[in-house]
């Protein structure tokens, strides 16, 4: 195995290993609470994290084992074997995990032919619908290394991460609508990048590209162009940076509704 593949296997093994740390998580919480919106919330979120994680693993290929494995953890199958309907949420993560492990089991042996990292054109598409067809790789190589910050408890540094990647997508949103239509909406004067973060979001809000997501975005969040570069990952806590990471997938989602 060459030593940039035993690189990218040490890689995953290390996120597949953080998302199997916040799968027992989030199972848990829905155990004490099922109803409980934060932690549903919470579930999607970390099931989606999982998609984009078996989506690379699997090389892009739905017939991979991975891709079929992840794909049946969602289906309650019958006496006979064959698909009835979605499986209870809880069971749905137990199942994840199971998937997950399997991953893990795959990559820490020396033949991993099993397991296929997908090229850096294979990303998924999530992106997609950024106007600005140059920024897209860089955003999906910045959303996979805020989501590695925050697996490896580097807080600061995931929250700016985040922050970056929804101001660059609003940003880019704006532009495309136009200043003349955006001042009919009440946007600020001037040029939009001389606009502050919390301008932007609120002309995007006004201009109804977004809905009322961003209200759920911490403080810290807000001021990340403030926030010191040098500054401890302990002045930004876990909540602020998941927070911030799951108000940039609800922009995202209103931003594209189709994903």
């Known amino acids: 195995m060459s030593e940039t593949l035993e690189s990218q296997m040490k890689t995953f093994v290390s996120r597949v290993s953080g998302l199997i740390r916040r799968g027992h998580q989030v199972r848990d919480t829905l155990a004490r609470d099922s109803s409980d919106p934060s932690a549903i919330v ?10 984009v994680a078996i989506h690379q693993l699997s090389g892009g290929s739905k017939a991979h084992w991975l ?4 794909s049946d953890a969602f289906l309650l199958r019958s006496a006979n074997g064959s698909a009835v309907e979605e499986a209870a949420p809880q069971a749905i993560i137990q199942r994840l995990l199971d998937v997950l492990a399997q991953a893990v089991t795959v990559l820490s042996r020396e033949d991993s032919d ?13 992106f997609e619908f950024v106007h600005n067809s140059e920024l897209r790789q860089v955003l999906e190589r910045a959303y996979v290394e805020g989501r590695l ?20 997508i609003v940003t880019d949103g704006l532009e495309h609508r136009g200043l003349s239509e955006l001042a009919t909406t009440g946007a600020p004067a001037g040029e939009i990048p001389d606009w502050s973060f919390d301008a932007r979001l609120a002309a995007a809000e006004k201009a109804g590209l977004i809905r009322g997501g961003c209200a759920r975005l911490p403080a810290a969040a807000r ?23 799951q108000v940039l997938n609800v922009i995202m989602r209103d931003l594209d509704p189709g994903r």
């Open 114 to 126: 099993a397991v296929v990292i997908a090229r850096e054109n294979v990303a998924p598409r999530r």
């Open 149 to 168: 910050a925050l697996e490896q408890g580097e807080y600061d540094l995931a929250m700016r991460t985040y922050c970056g990647i929804l101001e660059t």
């Open 223 to 245: 001021a990340y162009r403030e926030h010191d570069d040098n500054a401890s990952s302990s002045a930004i806590s876990e909540r602020d940076a998941k927070s911030t990471g």
């Open 67 to 70: 891709a079929r494995a992840f």
């Open 42 to 51: 919470a579930a999607r979120a970390w099931q989606e994290e999982c998609g």
